[in-house]
């Protein structure tokens, strides 16, 4: 579901530098807005966008370069490689001895991975909240036209809904269609179902390196190295072993998470696909019935940008849009530049090594706490207009005499979880952002005033790496509870349109549409007559979830073991 930009990335750059003031509402969730493609009987049209310029986009828009990479971070490639690398990293330590260039290397490494890392999520979260958010738009536009269109019928024949099974749709309990036989048994979305060794060996560690036990070793740790200061003297080698055993954990844990993230992005992208297939499929039968041709209303997210945000808000999201476009990449190519350039001047020393780690290190740092608050503010945009879709389902499903389908909610019943919860609100508040620029400028001024030597960057880099080593781990829970909320979301508004669908084939009586044109009333007339019951409940072939194996598919094979 990657967004689409309207010029290529040159032409981004400069329209930033020319006018920096009108990236900041396209940054953001302003500007967006979705018609669903009218879904004639017989005939199908793919979902559309359009730009802030109101020009029409294709579904089929190539997936950016930024949307590849971050998929590429999640495969087990990526991992094997990152694992091969530490293991090689540990044999060269204890062949030729723990010097600070080996420890400083794996520090390096850390670093520019976690930069890399936050800089392309900075794109790609973004465009994931902007196609979110014009998903349910194109979903509540299809759900007023349906709703216009079953009112249509309650007024022009009120009968059609005297019962909302016929007598000749009444149906053997053996032969109940998917959804009747559970709606519940669509795929849980609580747990990412696992495709792979790889993926079942991630979800253990993952949920290692997220629990409490890991929490308290991590202190300890810290406690125990604080312990060693005096002995050590405090020195540039104390330090070092710190930054080496954060920079390890961070590598190490990241390479899992990526692995999670880009699962749940499939799942999404699956349940998207689903969605979209039954919604359609629902407009198209309610046409055929109705003979309704008006085309479907344009829905936008109501999001007054200037009203809705405060100053610092307004100046993160310059930041995130500067740092996740071709800017932060021209800035990050030309401090790798001369970063490399200065090298020979300095002897490729373990200061110059450093540099590079120091520089990362900071801009990450700051990264990860924007990362966190755009990610908060985007999730509350998504979660409202969610509950506005599902009380829009609850409307259409009264009007065809149904029960809504109640909805799945995650529960906070751990001490760990809640204080995942409270440090992941705590993280993505605006004034804690801006914090992390002070604590950044602060560290800045004391290298400077020791000159940028090996201490003063060291001094940089221990603090913000312990800060970051720990959220990392508490991050994990509050991360998986929230991507859990959202596929309970997506299975959930999958679920309504996959009852609302059948109810709506159940309450197709032979003979009883006498709606549009006298032509296309006898043509259905027609074609109701002659049609069987099964041939309207054997329509309901519903896609899958997730690439494996589902709950749902297992459902459709039941039936249709006993319907033959």
């Not at 079953?150 to 053996?174: A, C, G, H, Y």
């Not at 990860?368 to 945009?381: H, K, M, P, Q, T």
């Not at 065809?400 to 906070?412: F, N």
Request: hydrophobic share 40%; with cysteine.
């Amino acid at each position: 579901m990657a967004a689409v930009e309207g010029s290529g990335p040159l032409s981004w750059t400069l329209s930033i530098l020319r006018r920096p003031w009108k990236v900041i509402p396209n940054n953001t969730y302003a500007d967006i807005q979705r018609i669903a493609p009218i879904q004639l009987p017989g005939q199908s049209q793919e979902s559309w966008t359009s730009d802030d310029d109101g020009a029409a986009q294709t579904p089929a828009a190539s997936v950016s370069v930024f949307d590849r990479v971050v998929a590429f971070a999640g495969t087990p490639l990526v991992f094997f490689l990152t694992v091969a690398g530490l293991i090689a990293w540990m044999i060269v330590g204890i062949v030729l001895g723990p010097s600070q260039t080996w420890q400083i290397a794996i520090q390096n490494v850390s670093s520019i991975q976690c930069y890399a890392s936050d800089t392309l999520l900075m794109r790609q979260q973004r465009n994931n909240f902007r196609d979110l958010l014009g998903l349910i738009c194109e979903l509540r536009s299809r759900n007023t036209a349906c709703q216009r269109m079953v009112e249509q019928l309650r007024r022009t024949n009120p009968s059609f809904f005297d019962s909302q099974t016929p007598p000749e749709m009444e149906i053997d309990q053996k032969n109940l269609n998917p959804v009747e036989l559970d709606v519940h048994q669509v795929d849980n979305g609580v747990h990412l179902p696992p495709s792979s060794i790889y993926d079942r060996i991630c979800d253990p560690i993952v949920w290692a390196f997220s629990s409490l036990y890991a929490w308290i070793i991590f202190w300890a740790g810290i406690f125990v190295w604080l312990g060693f200061g005096h002995e050590q003297q405090w020195g540039n080698n104390w330090q070092l072993y710190i930054n080496s055993a954060t920079a390890v954990e961070l590598t190490f844990v990241s390479v899992f998470l990526q692995n999670t993230r880009q699962r749940h992005m499939n799942y999404l992208n699956e349940c998207f696909k689903s969605i979209t297939h039954e919604d359609m499929r629902l407009e198209r039968r309610l046409r055929e019935i109705t003979g309704d041709i008006d085309p479907n209303p344009t829905v936008a997210f109501e999001y007054d940008y200037r009203k809705e945000t405060t100053r610092g808000q307004r100046m993160i999201d310059y930041y995130a849009a500067v740092v996740g476009t071709g800017v932060g990449l021209f800035l990050s190519a030309m401090v790798f530049a001369v970063w490399i350039g200065v090298g020979s001047l300095m002897q490729w020393n373990s200061n110059w090594w450093l540099i590079i780690g120091t520089y990362t290190g900071l801009v990450g740092f700051v990264d990860g706490f924007v990362l966190r608050n755009i990610y908060f503010r985007g999730s509350r945009a998504v979660d409202g207009q969610f509950g506005v879709l599902a009380e829009e389902d609850a409307r259409l499903s009264t009007l065809l005499g149904m029960s809504t389908v109640p909805q799945d909610t995650v529960e906070i019943d751990s001490l760990q979880a809640r204080i995942a919860d409270k440090v992941g609100e705590w993280c993505s508040r605006s004034g804690v952002v801006l914090s992390s620029f002070v604590i950044v400028l602060a560290l800045i001024i004391i290298a400077s005033g020791l000159r940028w030597s090996e201490t003063g960057q060291l001094l940089c880099n221990t603090p913000t790496m312990i800060i970051e080593g720990f959220l990392l781990l508490v991050l994990i829970q509050t991360h998986n509870m929230t991507n859990t909320h959202r596929r309970l979301q997506f299975r959930d508004a999958l679920r309504r349109r996959m009852a609302i669908n059948s109810q709506v084939c159940r309450l197709m009586p032979k003979g009883s549409v006498n709606i549009g044109s006298e032509k296309e009333s006898a043509d259905l007339s027609i074609e109701l007559e002659t049609s069987s019951p099964d041939r309207w409940i054997d329509s309901l072939d519903f896609s899958k979830i997730s690439n494996t194996r589902s709950d749902l598919s297992i459902a459709i094979a039941k039936n249709a073991n006993r319907a033959g």
